[in-house]
């Protein structure tokens, strides 16, 4: 495992008024759902279109949730599919220039980070958090460089491969180094196991478990040193009919609620920063149809599209005494800002010097005049081997699905379900938008700009 280095990597990190005060480390949990559309729980009651007599789904451990904390309406994922936009969370780098681009495999497994790669995890181990991933990784196997405990988590249990991870029924699941042989599942096939639940093992519940397990443990035997971790859920993913993803938005609701409730008993929860988030757009996939729920609402397109529907996502956090209850923001962020952000809210004072993310932390405590605000933000996909990407510029947003295709330009605050392509009208916006994307965009052997690789299995 590589350690953290304080030299020629780091820059020091201001926001002083934020900073003065948080005068405790928190406990740091970041939830990440799986293929969750901006419109698919309750806390986001997105109008439903004429005609649509699909009632939305109850999440009320979320309403609750929210009501309790600070819910963004303008925040981002890193990308529309798994892996990079799990890549921009952990290292503060958009996929212009981060190492994993797209969901390409490498070896049998996902394309992995890479030595130089930085992450959330490392920055807070670096001042003392324990770390830990529960879950699904998707960022490197076991013998290559992406493997979560290289770079900076002290503990994983979970599935580190992405196409093993949404099989909901897997044969091993790995602790550390270590696979776990699950024979309950040697011979389970989801019809089996969703029928005669007590013959399989759910990942879904192992994990929960073990997320919940470790809190109790690291808050009774080390109650003096924080703990960041990244509880990364694999519902309520692509691959079932309509009642199947009702039942995967309800359970993770039940589980997210019965997480708050342990941080509570456990009288941590005044002291922990919890971070609910999606990592990327509603699935249409599997059988099922992102129209039938309104999971996108009225956002345009779903997961694998560089429009709104596909990296727009729910985001909301809650931290005690620190953030305003039940209040609401259109900030625009991004997963880039999730590493510089609890880095801030733990006390780290360096930062690596080459992330694209901004700490919203004075956002959070409601210190807007302090807060910084990005130029742009950037986003680039393959998609049926031609390389797209999008910027989004205050209110205004640009989009090209390849390198062959014209940019379409969209005025989100008056269009935002991007119906109206405005780029014939503001040609001078649109060029100074692609100055902007040209900046952002840092060329990769691995994902090259022509005829690039795209998983359809993720």
């Given at each position: 495992?590589?350690?953290?280095?304080?030299y020629?990597?780091f820059?020091?990190?201001?926001h002083?008024?934020?900073?003065?005060?948080?005068?405790?480390?928190?406990?740091?949990?970041?939830?990440?759902?799986?293929?969750?559309?901006?419109?698919?729980?309750?806390p986001y009651?997105?109008?439903?279109?004429?005609?649509?007599?699909?009632?939305?789904?109850?999440?009320?451990?979320l309403v609750r949730?929210?009501?309790?904390?600070?819910?963004?309406?303008?925040s981002?994922a890193?990308?529309?599919?798994?892996?990079?936009?799990?890549?921009?969370?952990?290292?503060?780098?958009h996929?212009?220039?981060?190492?994993?681009?797209?969901?390409?495999?490498?070896?049998g497994?996902d394309w992995?980070?890479?030595?130089?790669?930085?992450?959330?995890?490392?920055?807070?181990?670096?001042?003392?958090?324990?770390?830990?991933?529960?879950?699904?990784?998707?960022?490197?196997?076991?013998?290559?460089?992406?493997?979560?405990?290289?770079?900076?988590?002290?503990?994983?249990?979970?599935?580190?491969?992405q196409?093993q991870?949404h099989?909901?029924?897997?044969?091993?699941?790995?602790?550390?180094?270590?696979?776990?042989p699950?024979?309950?599942?040697?011979d389970?096939?989801?019809?089996?196991?969703?029928?005669?639940?007590s013959?399989c093992?759910?990942?879904?519940d192992?994990?929960?478990?073990?997320?919940f397990?470790?809190?109790?443990n690291?808050?009774?035997?080390?109650?003096?040193?924080?703990?960041?971790?990244y509880?990364?859920?694999t519902?309520?993913?692509?691959?079932g009919?309509?009642g199947?993803?009702?039942a995967?938005?309800?359970?993770?609701?039940?589980?997210f609620?019965?997480?708050?409730?342990?941080?509570l008993?456990?009288?941590?929860?005044?002291?922990?920063?919890v971070?609910?988030?999606s990592?990327?757009?509603?699935?249409?996939?599997?059988?099922?149809?992102?129209?039938?729920?309104?999971?996108?609402?009225?956002?345009?397109g779903y997961?694998?599209?560089?429009?709104?529907?596909?990296i727009r996502?729910?985001?909301?956090?809650?931290?005690?005494?620190?953030?305003?209850?039940?209040?609401?923001?259109?900030?625009?962020?991004t997963?880039?800002?999730?590493?510089?952000?609890v880095?801030?809210?733990g006390?780290?004072q360096l930062?690596?010097?080459?992330?694209?993310?901004?700490?919203?932390?004075?956002?959070?405590?409601?210190?807007?005049?302090?807060?910084?605000?990005?130029?742009?933000?950037?986003?680039?996909?393959?998609?049926?081997?031609e390389?797209?990407?999008?910027?989004?510029?205050?209110?205004w947003k640009?989009?090209?699905?390849?390198?062959?295709?014209?940019?379409q330009?969209?005025?989100?605050?008056?269009?935002?379900?991007?119906k109206y392509?405005?780029?014939?009208?503001?040609?001078?916006?649109?060029?100074?938008?692609?100055?902007?994307?040209k900046?952002?965009?840092?060329n990769s052997?691995p994902?090259?700009?022509q005829?690039c690789?795209e998983?359809?299995?993720?």
């Open positions: 495992m590589h350690e953290v280095s304080l020629g990597i820059i020091i990190m201001i002083v008024a934020s900073i003065t005060k948080i005068q405790q480390r928190p406990n740091i949990i970041m939830v990440l759902a799986d293929d969750l559309g901006y419109c698919e729980v309750e009651p997105c109008r439903v279109p004429q005609g649509h007599n699909q009632p939305p789904i109850s999440t009320p451990n949730f929210a009501a309790e904390g600070l819910k963004f309406t303008n981002y890193g990308a529309p599919v798994c892996a990079p936009s799990r890549c921009t969370l952990m290292t503060g780098k996929s212009g220039h981060a190492t994993v681009r797209s969901n390409k495999g490498f070896n497994g992995p980070l890479q030595p130089n790669d930085i992450t959330a995890a490392d920055v807070l181990k670096s001042v003392g958090y324990y770390t830990a991933i529960v879950g699904k990784w998707g960022l490197g196997d076991l013998g290559t460089t992406g493997w979560m405990r290289k770079h900076g988590f002290d503990y994983f249990y979970g599935i580190s491969n196409a991870a099989n909901y029924y897997p044969n091993f699941v790995m602790e550390n180094e270590i696979q776990i699950l024979p309950l599942n040697q389970a096939s989801r019809i089996k196991c969703m029928s005669r639940p013959t093992n759910y990942s879904h192992l994990f929960t478990n073990q997320a397990e470790l809190i109790k690291r808050t009774r035997d080390h109650p003096g040193q924080p703990f960041f971790l509880l990364a859920w519902l309520p993913h692509a691959g009919w309509r199947f993803v009702q995967n938005l309800s359970y993770l609701d039940r589980d609620g019965r997480l708050m409730t342990l941080l008993e456990l009288e941590i929860d005044h002291n922990t920063l971070w609910f988030a990592d990327n757009g509603a699935h249409n996939e599997g059988g099922h149809s992102y129209t039938f729920f309104n999971s996108s609402g009225p956002l345009r997961k694998r599209s560089l429009y709104e529907g596909g996502t729910p985001q909301i956090i809650r931290w005690p005494n620190m953030i305003s209850p039940n209040t609401q923001t259109n900030f625009i962020t997963f880039a800002d999730f590493l510089p952000t880095a801030e809210s006390g780290v930062l690596p010097r080459d992330i694209d993310g901004i700490s919203i932390v004075p956002t959070l405590l409601n210190n807007s005049f302090v807060q910084h605000v990005h130029n742009y933000i950037y986003f680039e996909f393959c998609t049926n081997h390389w797209g990407n999008a910027v989004r510029y205050k209110q640009q989009v090209r699905f390849s390198v062959n295709k014209p940019y330009l969209f005025d989100l605050d008056n269009d935002i379900g991007e392509d405005l780029s014939l009208q503001y040609p001078k916006l649109v060029n100074q938008l692609v100055i902007f994307a900046r952002a965009h840092t052997i994902f090259p700009i005829n690789v998983s359809i299995l993720h």
